[in-house]
T-cell receptor
Framework: EDQVTQSPEALRLQEGESSSLNCSYT??????LFWYRQDPGKGPEFLFT???AGEEKEKERLKATLTKKESFLHITAPKPEDSATYLC????????????FGRGTSLIVHP | EPEVTQTPSHQVTQMGQEVILRCVPI?????FYWYRQILGQKVEFLVS????????KSEIFDDQFSVERPDGSNFTLKIRSTKLEDSAMYFC????????????FGPGTRLTVL
């Protein structure tokens, strides 16, 4: 069974304090790994898709990286507006194209 | 920038009633999805729809649920005989079927069953 585990469950940072969120996964083969941001009461907002180990993508203060077993979402010098839940989802090769979501990491950035 | 829209944003219904949740996917997308998220829980897949038929469904998507694309723009989720445990956020998503099939989500409909 495909599994996606995100850690930590919650993270509190001071503004400007860089950190990383982890998404570890077990799938028979990876078609794509997705990162989303979700604000309270809102839908997941797409951030990145990663396809293969070694790939990196950046957007403003966020950088996503991928290995064969995990992905990291690095947040550099975060601001209070980066506070949200960050979701990771994994899509396996073959068969179902439906992504499996992790439980997310709730990030709070204090000013 | 194109986006997925959903209506209503909040639906309150009595147990046993039927509700229809509506979605307008991104216009050039071909694949449509419904997910739900119970408060504090993971996003859970319900159903995917392509070429006017269901392509995949989860164990959650039983006879109580149905989907329809009544015209060229709308995509609906019908829930019959609602139960208290159907209370959740329901998200519509769409994708263009490209590499890794990135899905774009709507803002959600909060369903409250009393």
């Amino acid at each position: 069974e495909d599994q996606v585990t995100q850690s930590p469950e919650a993270l509190r940072l001071q503004e400007g304090e860089s950190s990383s969120l982890n998404c570890s996964y077990t799938v028979s083969g990876l078609r794509g790994l997705f990162w989303y941001r979700q604000d309270p009461g809102k839908g997941p907002e797409f951030l990145f898709t990663l396809y293969s180990a070694g790939e990196e993508k950046e957007k403003e203060r966020l950088k996503a990286t991928l290995t064969k077993k995990e992905s990291f979402l690095h947040i550099t010098a975060p601001k209070p507006e980066d506070s949200a839940t960050y979701l990771c989802a994994v899509q396996p090769v073959g068969g179902s194209y439906i992504p499996t979501f992790g439980r997310g990491t709730s990030l709070i950035v204090h000013p | 920038e194109p986006e997925v829209t959903q209506t209503p944003s909040h639906q309150v219904t009595q147990m046993g009633q039927e509700v229809i949740l509506r979605c307008v996917p991104i216009s050039n997308h071909l694949y449509f999805y419904w997910y739900r998220q119970i408060l504090g829980q993971k996003v859970e897949f319900l159903v995917s729809f392509y070429n006017n038929e269901i392509s995949e469904k989860s164990e959650i998507f039983d006879d109580q649920f149905s989907v329809e694309r009544p015209d060229g723009s709308n995509f609906t989720l019908k829930i019959r005989s609602t139960k208290l445990e159907d209370s959740a956020m329901y998200f519509c998503a769409s994708s263009d079927g490209g590499r890794a099939d990135t899905q774009y989500f709507g803002p959600g409909t909060r369903l409250t069953v009393l």
